[in-house]
T-cell receptor, first 115, second 115 residues
């Protein structure tokens, strides 16, 4: 079974630029969640996609946006990058739906550095 | 909104010592509870989970956790730690009334085992 894969592994951008991060969910999973993990902190929920629809959003501004594709892979887009966006971005997939009670499986993350 | 507190930021133990890491959450409704572990250079991995039933749950590698609803706690325990348990440990909660699988994480506890 293939796990959650994220690309790229590392990325360096400058303030004001835009970035797209990609995630392939684990086989059989239909739900993808994105998290931001700043240094020394726990992951913070950005948003979740279930069957191509946004299904919950954390306390992040609209310049953080996402997509989920029919094969359940996902993208996280961040516009107008700021220095505080420097973090590890984690993707997690699960088999979702009401009462599914399935845990999330995490990828290795994308380390984003803003100069 | 739910929150998770992990009071131990860095714990240092000798091999064979017993371990207990604290986790408290704030949310009055029904929750699913998780412990994730992040070994150096690796992705977050599920250690154990509580959904319902027996409040004492057993996970991988000899870890267990007890859900005490009256104390809003879900402490992680291991009777005898090994050097290979050196890692960062994260407690997480999913509040079931929001219709999604958003995980709220604590800030993590770094565990260092001295051989």
């Amino acid at each position: 079974e293939t796990g959650v894969t994220q690309s790229p592994t590392h990325l360096i951008k400058t303030r004001g630029q835009q970035v797209t991060l990609r995630c392939s969910s684990q086989s059989g999973h239909n739900t993808v969640s994105w998290y931001q993990q700043a240094l020394g902190q726990g992951p913070q929920f950005i948003f979740q996609y279930y069957r191509e629809e946004e299904n919950g959003r954390g306390n992040f501004p609209p310049r953080f946006s996402g997509l989920q594709f029919p094969n359940y892979s996902s993208e996280l887009n961040v516009n107008a990058l700021e220095l505080d966006d420097s973090a590890l971005y984690l993707c997690a997939s699960s088999l979702g739906g009401q009462g599914s009670n399935q845990p999330q499986h995490f990828g290795d993350g994308t380390r984003l550095s803003i100069l | 909104a739910q929150s998770v507190s992990q009071h131990n930021h860095h714990v240092i133990l000798s091999e064979a010592a017993s371990l207990e890491l604290g986790c408290n959450y704030s949310y009055g409704g029904t929750v699913n509870l998780f412990w994730y572990v992040q070994y150096p250079g690796q992705h977050l991995q599920l250690l154990l989970k509580y959904f319902s039933g027996d409040p004492l749950v057993k996970g991988i590698k000899g870890f267990e956790a007890e859900f005490i609803k009256s104390k809003f706690s879900f402490n992680l325990r291991k009777p005898s730690v090994q050097w290979s348990d050196t890692a960062e440990y994260f407690c997480a909660v999913n509040a079931l009334n929001f219709g999604n699988e958003k995980l709220t994480f604590g800030t993590g506890t770094r565990l260092t085992i001295i051989p």
